[in-house]
């Protein structure tokens, strides 16, 4: 497609309840990150992959959060026993090369309940 | 880490005024981006300005990195320029990737 597209849009979990959040970057584009934003802050950084690499996972706030792009495109962000503090919106991102503009796809709202 | 300071945190105008958006950071950066969150949370990128000036319609940007800091102009403002308005940067060669956001200028253009 034309942008980067993620899915679920929104999505309510239970604590305790795993989840996956999907992301369909720029065909092409090498880099792909993702971010956590919170209510009324600035995005913050979780992870970023180049192809099927993935080369910082420096920002994932705990073990409790993985991250794969087992092909080079598609990415899955997954959340083990969420707790209420993960509630946010996560963003994916996805650039043709390391230091260029980054397109951000419009997001999951994660709920914790 | 890196910090990164963005002024006015919020700033309302009426249409057809002009503004500067300000980012200071702490260190030297390889990489530089300005967004804009519309209402609806979508992060649009504005520019990729590490140095120098650049210009799209009507906004541009210019960042000075020997002095750390970036400036974002509107002008002309319309109601469609209403949101947040981000700076985002990247420090070294290996983890230009990581981006750290500033907290952002509250943009409201009124009719």
């Known amino acids: 497609g034309a942008g980067v597209s993620q899915s679920p849009r929104y999505k309510v979990a239970k604590r305790g309840q795993d989840v996956a959040l999907r992301c369909d970057p720029i065909?092409?584009?090498?880099?792909l990150f993702w971010y956590q934003q919170a209510l009324g802050q600035g995005p913050e950084f979780l992870t970023y992959?180049?192809?099927?690499?993935?080369?910082?996972k420096s920002g994932l706030p705990s073990d409790r959060f993985f991250a794969e792009r087992p092909e080079g495109s598609v990415s899955t962000l997954k959340i083990q026993r969420t707790q209420q503090e993960d509630s946010a919106v996560y963003l994916c991102?996805?650039?043709?090369?390391?230091?260029?503009?980054?397109?951000f796809g419009s997001g999951t709202r994660l709920t914790v309940v | 880490g890196i910090q990164v300071e963005q002024s006015p945190p919020d700033l309302i105008l009426q249409e057809g005024a002009n503004s500067t958006l300000r980012c200071n950071f702490s260190?030297?950066?390889?990489?530089l981006q300005w967004f804009h969150q519309n209402p609806w949370g979508q992060l649009i990128n504005l520019f990729y300005?590490?140095?120098g000036t650049k210009q799209n319609g009507r906004l541009s940007a210019t960042t000075v990195a020997t002095e750390r800091y970036s400036l974002l102009y509107i002008s002309s403002s319309q109601t469609t320029d209403s949101g947040v308005y981000f700076c985002?940067?990247?420090?070294?060669?290996?983890?230009?990737?990581?981006?750290?956001f500033g907290e952002g200028t509250q943009l409201t253009v009124n009719p």
């Open positions: 991102a996805s650039s043709v090369a390391l230091d260029y503009g980054y397109t």
């Open positions: 260190d030297s950066v390889n990489n």
């Open positions: 065909s092409g584009h090498v880099s």
């Open positions: 985002a940067v990247g420090i070294g060669e290996t983890s230009g990737s990581r981006l750290t």
């Open positions: 992959f180049q192809n099927e690499a993935q080369l910082d």
């Open positions: 300005i590490p140095s």
